[in-house]
């Protein structure tokens, strides 16, 4: 069982910054992927950013230029650093990693989400 623990969410003004934190932890063999997911209300799920193993990066074109994704492999840790903030960006935000628990085992593991909230 992988678990995610995601913080750093909260409200902010439109410009403001805000830095999301989603660190994973139990029986993993290696993980291949690491990304953020948004969802706010009546609308589907989308995906915001993504980085691999090898630092490649995808992003929504909603955010590409303002959000930053990054990876701390040792501690197994991702990292979205979100500035110029826009109302539009309100939304749950929810991790998601996948990799392998064995050779021929893979996982997909989801957060439990968290609200971010830009508003005047």
């Known amino acids: 069982q992988v678990q995610l623990v995601e913080s750093g969410g909260g409200l902010v003004q439109p410009g403001g910054s805000l830095r999301l934190s989603c660190a994973a932890s139990?029986?993993?063999?290696?993980?291949?992927?690491m990304g953020w997911y948004r969802q706010a209300p009546g609308k589907q799920r989308e995906l915001v950013a993504a980085?691999?193993?090898?630092?490649?990066?995808n992003y929504s074109d909603s955010v590409k230029g303002r959000f930053t994704i990054s990876r701390d492999n040792a501690k197994n840790t991702v990292y979205l650093q979100m500035n110029s903030l826009k109302p539009e960006d309100t939304a749950v935000y929810i991790c998601?990693?996948?990799?392998?628990?064995?050779?021929?085992?893979?996982?997909?593991?989801w957060g439990q989400g968290i609200q971010v909230t830009v508003s005047s």
């Open positions: 980085i691999t193993s090898g630092g490649n990066t």
């Open positions: 139990g029986s993993i063999f290696s993980i291949y992927t």
């Open positions: 998601n990693v996948g990799g392998t628990i064995a050779t021929m085992t893979s996982f997909t593991s």
